[in-house]
């Protein structure tokens, strides 16, 4: 049974640091290009950042450019989010999902918020002072 998990979310100050995690179950872990996701309330999904099977691509939204790293221990079937300098807008529940490495040209192509064969439930992370 295929399975992402994310945990790490929570509250969070304007400015501080967070770091999500997707543990993921079922499939074999690094065929697949894993993304991050979010979606705040009242608006669409989007592709916060995606990398590659082996971890040597990495794709990062505009918004999050710079503040946000992605990572990926695959002895672990683990995908990692940290984020850093957080702001309010970024305020939203946070999604890892999985895409097969063979069907994307690019890892940003993978970061198009409906392409993902497999997704998790979802972690809050507010930011809020």
């Known amino acids: 049974q295929v399975q992402l998990v994310e945990s790490g979310g929570g509250l969070v100050q304007p400015g501080g640091s967070l770091r999500l995690s997707c543990s993921a179950s079922?499939?074999?872990?690094?065929?697949?290009?894993i993304g991050w996701f979010r979606q705040a309330p009242g608006k669409e999904r989007e592709g916060v950042s995606c990398i590659s099977g082996f971890g040597g691509i990495t794709y990062y939204g505009d918004s999050v450019k710079g503040r946000f790293t992605i990572s990926r221990d695959n002895a672990k079937n683990t995908a990692y989010l940290q984020m850093a300098s957080v702001k309010p807008e970024d305020t939203a529940v946070y999604y890892c999902?999985?895409?097969?490495?063979?069907?994307?040209?690019?890892?940003?192509?993978?970061?198009?918020?409906?392409?993902?064969?497999?997704w998790g439930k979802g972690t809050l992370v507010t930011v809020s002072s």
């Open positions: 999902a999985a895409v097969p490495s063979s069907r994307v040209r690019t890892v940003q192509t993978a970061c198009a918020p409906n392409g993902a064969d497999y």
């Open positions: 079922g499939f074999t872990f690094d065929v697949y290009v």
